[in-house]
């Protein structure tokens, strides 16, 4: 079935690195745009970044650009996003989504289950 | 940006009764609009897209509404499994933007 498995989050301290995998299975990964939303904890959803299928285009929200890079291997059906420079206010739950359709649009249909980030000393 | 903005923030309704909930654009996205449900420990789940297309698997008591600035979601008679939190997002411009949520709780 579609399936979505996000890994690679943990404690880390402010100033520290990350880097967060998805993993992908039952579909063709290679056709989709593919986005990260994360959820601060208590807190509504924001979206992150997005990468197209051939890693052609990229987009982040203003609040991570410049920390934080998306990256993809289709091969491995695999998504990554590597953060840096991190701040307590990244703080949060990491979803990487797949939209309902392969224009990219922001319809989001196929999440995963997420992975916790915290950046506390 | 666009500013998604949803009331009530916490709505309490009796199971088997109807619930609206509303969510407002800071200037008009068409019908770009999808709407969430999500329980707590659990990724969101999409109910309605282009304002008012159910997903795949969503029950017809879920039903979106409306165009330009102003939504609404209702649900025509909640059952138990619908007790969570709602969210509303506008994808017609990027960056894509969500509202705060809607708290939909059992009277």
């Known amino acids: 079935q579609v399936q979505l498995v996000e890994s690679g989050g943990g404690l880390v301290k402010p100033g520290g690195s990350l880097r967060l995998s998805c993993a992908a299975s039952g579909f063709s990964f290679s056709d989709y745009y593919m986005s990260w939303i994360r959820q601060a904890p208590g807190k509504g959803l924001e979206w992150v970044s997005y990468i197209s299928g051939s890693s052609t285009y990229t987009e982040f929200a203003d609040s991570v650009k410049g920390r934080f890079t998306i990256s993809r291997d289709n091969a491995k059906k695999s998504l990554d996003l590597q953060m840096n420079s991190l701040r307590a206010e990244d703080t949060a739950v990491y979803y990487c989504a797949r939209p309902l359709d392969l224009a990219g649009s922001g319809i989001f249909d196929i999440w995963g289950q997420g992975t916790m980030v915290t950046v506390s000393s | 940006e666009i500013v998604m903005t949803q009331s009530p923030a916490t709505l309490s309704v009796s199971p088997g009764e109807r619930a609206t909930l509303s969510c407002r654009a800071s200037q008009s996205i068409s019908s770009n609009l999808a709407w969430y449900q999500q329980k707590p420990g659990q990724a969101p789940r999409l109910l309605i897209y282009g304002a008012s297309t159910r997903a795949t698997g969503i029950p017809a008591r879920f039903s979106g509404s409306g165009s330009g600035t102003e939504f609404t979601l209702t649900i025509s008679s909640l059952q138990s499994e619908d007790f969570a939190v709602y969210y509303c997002?506008?994808?017609?411009?990027?960056?894509?933007?969500f509202g705060q949520g809607t708290r939909l709780e059992i009277k």
């Open positions: 997002q506008q994808y017609n411009y990027w960056p894509i933007t």
